[in-house]
């Protein structure tokens, strides 16, 4: 039998005392850069950026920069402020935040059930309600799932500045795992279920979609399109990211466009209408227009 030899371990080649640190966003996205970006996104969509989201901003840019070809920060921002620059729209669309799920904050929806069934046994008008940072539609389908279920007419508008999350919202068509919070019964009653090669998808019943009609709107711009007076407006978890003045003025725009008694729904963090005389808590972070 052929004896068995221990084997010495090969030679390794001697491990560097320290290792390179990676570059970080600071050093990639130069203070004067991130200086500009935070001036734009304020002036294009209103949000006032903190120092601390230099990380947030490099990581989502950075996507902007491989898909234009562009080698560094500077050139991008050139080509964003370029006059009639295409790529605007994808700038504020990547530093735009959209998290959001069906009947998010479900106390609102609440509220706006008891409204609906009001408004519904009166044999009223219809209720009229806005969603007015509608992200990838959620909040809108679940605004219109109230009115249904109220047996209530009603119609409701849902903008974003973010175009491509507004494709999304008006496909009506999510991934079953996003809808997977909804009651059995709920999702029965208000969505397809996808088959073949749709397996894994709902799709909003075409009930729903003649309630609810999409457009994009940047909540800043000097002018909105003429908007009829609404009975209720969702404006959650937007607001947090503009200066108080710009709050100040979008409060008055909103008071201005809202029916005397009509609501006002903020985000969980957000508490801006109680400074407002024409607004009066009528809930947790949902307030009645008075005094109109």
Known sequence: MQSLRSREP???APIADTVPPLPDAASLLGEREFGTVRHLIAQYAGIKLSPQKRNMVYNRLQR??????????????????????????????ALTTN??????????????????????????????CWSSACSTGEEAWSIAMVLREAQC??????????TDVLHTAQSGIYRMERAATLAPERLRRHFLRGSGGNEGLVSVRPELRQIVRFGQLNLQSPVWPAQEQYDVIFCRNVVIYFDR?????????????L????????????????????????????YERVGA
């Open 64 to 93: 902007r920069l491989r898909a234009r070809g562009l080698g560094s920060f500077g050139e991008y921002l050139e080509l964003v402020q370029r006059e009639g620059s295409d790529e605007r729209e994808a700038f504020v669309n």
């Open 245 to 257: 003045e710009v709050q100040k003025k979008l409060l008055a725009r909103f008071a201005d466009l």
């Open 99 to 128: 998290l959001t799920a069906f009947f998010r904050e479900p106390h609102h929806f609440e509220i706006l059930l008891e409204r609906a069934r009001a408004r519904a046994q009166q044999r009223g008008a219809p209720l009229r």
């Open 10 to 12: 090969a030679a390794r």
């Open 259 to 286: 029916v005397p008694g009509g609501l006002l729904m903020v985000g969980h963090s957000e508490s801006f209408p109680s400074a407002h005389a024409g607004f009066r808590s009528c809930g947790r972070t949902a």
């Open 153 to 162: 007419p009603g119609s409701v508008l849902a903008t974003d500045i973010d």
